[in-house]
C-alpha cells in the first residue's frame, strides 16, 4: 500500500536530445558528426519519440503514472539566433495537449545539456549573452504555450559545469602523472631511439586531442567549445545560475503563477574515517553555495542515482563486493532519501525528484531500485519533508550521450530498428504507486 499523499506526481523523464531524433540544429548534432567525435555512435533517429510521443504519453497514462518530465528543445525552437520556428513551437503544443488529454502533468524542462550551435559559436556558456538569449528563448516559449504549463525546470544539472571541471582536473593530473613516470622509464630505455629509424611514439591520446581542438575551430570557431556539458570557469558556473534567475523573472512576467525552478545533480555523500573536510568541499561544490540562486524558487528539482564514499583524499571507488550498474554506479537507491533529507536541512521549498533511476539490463534489479527509493521518499514525507514528485529516469531506454544507447534506464524497451516499444514490468510496477 503505497503512502504517498494524493496528487503526488508519479512519472518518468526524457530529455529532447535522447529521445526524439534529428536534433540537427543542435551542437551536439555535430560534435556527433565529427571525424575525431568522443561519442560511441550519433544520436541519429534515437528512439524517433518526436513522432511517436503519443504512444509514449499512452503508455504511461495506461500504466497509471500521473506525470511526464520532456525537454522542449532550444535548437529546434530557434535555429538560428533570432528565428523562431512555430512549426516546433505547434509539435510542442501537440505533446502538451497530449499530456493533458492522458491525464499527465507535463514538468517540461526549458534546457537539458544541449544548445543551439550558434550559442555555442557565440562562446557559448561563458559568454554573458548567453544569459539573454536563454531568457528570450524561455519568455518566447512561455508567451506561446503557457496555457499549457505549470511546473518548469529552466536548466537541467545546472552543476554539471563544474563537476565536469572537477573531473577534468583530476583526469589531467592523473594524466600528467602518467606521462611524467612514462618518460622517466622511456629517459632510461629511451625507446624512440632503439630502432635505427625515426619513430615519434607520440600520446595517442594527445593527439586526437589536437585532432579534436582543430574539427572544433572548423565547427564552432573556437578550439574549445563552451557546451553546457563541459569544464567551467568560476565566473561560468555562477553565469548558468545567472540565466536560471533572468528566465525565471522573464517567464514569471508572462505567466506570474507559473511554478518555476531548476535542477542539480546530487551525491548521497558518505564519510569514510578522515573524509569530512573532502565531503564538505564536494557538497559546498555539488550545493551549498548555489542556494542564493535557488533559495526563493517554487520548487528544487533533485537528481540522484547512488552514493559516493569520501575518503580525506576524495572519492573512493565502490565498496568490494558491492552490485554496480551498467554506469559504474553502485546500485544503491538508499541515497535518494539521505539526499532529500539533507538537501531539506537547508532547502525548505517543495522537492521535485526530477531524475531517479538505474541503468540495468535487469527489469527485476530495475523494480526492486524504484521501491527502494520510493520507501525513502515516503519516509522523509511522513517526517514532514515537502517531496511533490517522483519522476524516473528514463521512460525509454535511451541515447546516454557519449555512451550512445548501450546503457538502459528505461522503463520501455525499443527495439530501434523498427522503434518497436516494448514496456517493462517496472512501468507496471512505477505506475501502480498511484492506484493503491
Ligand atoms: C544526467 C542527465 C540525463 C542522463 C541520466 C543518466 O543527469 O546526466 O539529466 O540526461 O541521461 O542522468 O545518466
Not at 571525424?35 to 544520436?43: A, D, G, I, V
Not at 602523472?177 to 615519434?200: L, M, P, T, Y
Not at 580525506?312 to 554496480?324: H, Y
Request: charged residues 25%; hydrophobic residues 40%; contains cysteine.
Amino acid at each position: 500500500m503505497s503512502k504517498l499523499p494524493e496528487g503526488f506526481f508519479i512519472g518518468a523523464a526524457t530529455a529532447a536530445h535522447q529521445v526524439e531524433g534529428n536534433n540537427v540544429h543542435s551542437d551536439y548534432w555535430a560534435m556527433e558528426h565529427m571525424e575525431y567525435t568522443s561519442f560511441n555512435e550519433p544520436s541519429l533517429d534515437a528512439v524517433d519519440h518526436y513522432n511517436r510521443y503519443e504512444e509514449d504519453i499512452r503508455l504511461m497514462a495506461d500504466a497509471g503514472l500521473n506525470a511526464y518530465r520532456f525537454s522542449i528543445e532550444w535548437a529546434r525552437i530557434e535555429p538560428e539566433q533570432g528565428r523562431f520556428d512555430e512549426a516546433e513551437i505547434e509539435h510542442y503544443r501537440k505533446v502538451l495537449t497530449c499530456c493533458r488529454e492522458n491525464g499527465l502533468e507535463p514538468i517540461v524542462t526549458m534546457h537539458h545539456f544541449t544548445s543551439p550551435k550558434w550559442l555555442i559559436a557565440n562562446g557559448g556558456w561563458e559568454n554573458e549573452d548567453t544569459i539573454d538569449a536563454f531568457a528570450k528563448y524561455c519568455a518566447y516559449v512561455v508567451e506561446k504555450l503557457g496555457d499549457q504549463l505549470n511546473y518548469v525546470c529552466t536548466i537541467n544539472e545546472a552543476n554539471m559545469r563544474l563537476q565536469i571541471a572537477a573531473i577534468s582536473k583530476r583526469f589531467m593530473k592523473q594524466m600528467q602523472a602518467d606521462q611524467a613516470k612514462a618518460a622517466a622509464k622511456d629517459s632510461k630505455s629511451n625507446v624512440e631511439s632503439s630502432v635505427q629509424v625515426g619513430i615519434n611514439m607520440e600520446n595517442p591520446m594527445m593527439e586526437r586531442m589536437k585532432k579534436q581542438a582543430m574539427e572544433n575551430m572548423q565547427i564552432f570557431g573556437t578550439p574549445q567549445p563552451n557546451v553546457f556539458v563541459s569544464m567551467c570557469t568560476p565566473e561560468g558556473d555562477i553565469m548558468v545560475m545567472r540565466a536560471h534567475q533572468a528566465a525565471k523573472a522573464a517567464m514569471k512576467a508572462v505567466k506570474p503563477e507559473l511554478k518555476i525552478g531548476l535542477t542539480l545533480s546530487l551525491h548521497d555523500f558518505q564519510v569514510v574515517e578522515g573524509g569530512e573536510d573532502a565531503a564538505a568541499k564536494e557538497w559546498d561544490d555539488e550545493f551549498l553555495h548555489y542556494l542564493p540562486y535557488i533559495q526563493d524558487d517554487d520548487f528544487f528539482g533533485l537528481q540522484n542515482y547512488t552514493r559516493t564514499l569520501i575518503g580525506p583524499d576524495g572519492s573512493l571507488p565502490n565498496p568490494e563486493g558491492s552490485e554496480a550498474t551498467q554506469m559504474g554506479y553502485e546500485f544503491y537507491p538508499q541515497a535518494l532519501g539521505h539526499v532529500i533529507r539533507t538537501v531539506h536541512e537547508k532547502l525548505s521549498i517543495p522537492i521535485m525528484v526530477t531524475e531517479n533511476g538505474v541503468a540495468t539490463s535487469d527489469d527485476s534489479r530495475r523494480v526492486a531500485f524504484i521501491q527502494e527509493a520510493l520507501k525513502g521518499v515516503e519516509d522523509c514525507i511522513a517526517d514532514g519533508i515537502p517531496v511533490v514528485g517522483y519522476m524516473y529516469w528514463s521512460l525509454l531506454d535511451n541515447f546516454e550521450w557519449q555512451k550512445g544507447f548501450s546503457m538502459t534506464f528505461g522503463l520501455i524497451a525499443v527495439d530501434r530498428s523498427t522503434q518497436t516499444r516494448m514496456p517493462k514490468e517496472s512501468l507496471k510496477v512505477l505506475g501502480g504507486y498511484t492506484k493503491d
